[in-house]
């Protein structure tokens, strides 16, 4: 298995602000590269982390324990992030993060079938144990549904192109694998377009989030982080497409901003004033460094939201 390298490491544990008995959840384990970062910090305090991914929990298992026993692992998905910490008696926190990126063991997996470059079944589910399958997508959905989830979710210029080259290919057979279908993205794409980048790239984007109902997912989870931090508490979040980044700039600046109606007033009464403040800004980018030691970084954002009252 490759090692996965995580993105914005540094600059992820330095904004979750960690003290040594801090409480903090990591809802997205993955293969525990943040996960042993922040356990090594908070000797006296406790961790949660979320996944649904049984591989990716033994391997961290293993890894956390060389670190502590201060930890605990959950496997659900973050969406049931007030739900699962109640069952522990857990109803605040002092930071939460975020990373939205498909690990890279379950992009090198090529059984799992995320990656378009290699020949594998179509799947794409993050739990192994849920329903839908990329296969069901691509071989079920209507034309219309197709276009829906490839324009919003893959915001591709093709949609329509693609979706129906499926369709007509649908009408001889089923589309198996990954590559059958990247053979198919290929035919529905001008040469010139192909030459940028990979065509299919969007698409499976658009695939995935779909089957996993991620950005759903997302917006719900945003929501209960912020309601479960204690104040001084602050919730990290990093994206690696527009989509999900928009979702968490639009709630981070929803929360942070004073009513439009009062903002100019002299004195707003402390009732009136948010409960939140944005850490930056901007959204934190990789460094040069970073990008030429990890590619896969290169579209990943943090953004930083704390409790202050």
């Known amino acids: ?12 544990i330095s904004s979750l602000n960690l003290k040594e008995n801090s409480i903090v959840v990591d809802c997205t384990l993955g293969y525990g590269g943040h996960s042993s970062n922040i356990l090594e910090r908070i000797k006296k305090g406790y961790l949660f982390a979320f996944d649904q991914d049984s591989e990716a929990i033994r391997h961290s298992t293993s890894r956390l324990k060389e670190i502590g026993t201060n930890f605990t692992i959950i496997k659900s998905n973050f969406v049931n992030l007030k739900e699962e910490l109640a069952k522990l008696n857990i109803f605040k926190v002092d930071a939460i993060l975020f990373d ?20 594998a079944p179509l799947d ?13 997508v691509v071989n079920s959905y209507s034309k219309e549904e197709l276009v829906r989830i490839f324009t919003d979710y893959g915001e591709d210029k093709f949609a329509r192109n693609i979706a129906n080259k499926i369709i007509e290919y649908r009408n001889t057979k089923n589309i198996e694998t990954t590559l059958e279908l990247v053979e198919i993205i290929k035919t529905a794409v001008p040469m010139k377009f192909r030459l940028d980048k990979h065509p299919a790239r969007q698409i499976f984007q658009a695939i995935r989030i779909e089957v996993n109902h991620e950005l759903d997912v997302l917006e ?15 919730v990290v979040v990093i994206t690696f497409h527009s989509l999900e980044d928009r979702i968490v700039k639009r709630y981070f600046k929803e929360k942070t901003e004073i009513d439009s109606k009062i903002k100019g007033l002299p004195n707003i009464p402390d009732e009136y004033l948010p409960d939140f403040k944005l850490v930056y800004n901007k959204a934190i980018l990789p460094s040069t460094k970073e990008l030429d030691d990890n590619p896969r970084s290169r579209s990943a954002k943090l953004r930083v939201i704390e409790r202050i009252k």
Not at 125 to 136: K, N, V
Not at 220 to 234: C, D, I, P
């Open 1 to 12: 298995m490759e090692k996965h390298i995580s993105v914005l490491l540094n600059e992820s």
């Open 220 to 234: 719900s989870a945003l929501k209960q982080a912020l309601e479960l931090l204690n104040v001084g508490g602050r």
């Open 124 to 136: 794409m589910r993050m739990d192994r144990e849920s329903t839908l399958t990329a296969y069901d």
């Open 100 to 119: 939205l990126g498909v690990s890279s063991p379950q992009l090198d997996e090529k059984e799992r079938g995320f990656s378009f470059h290699e020949d």
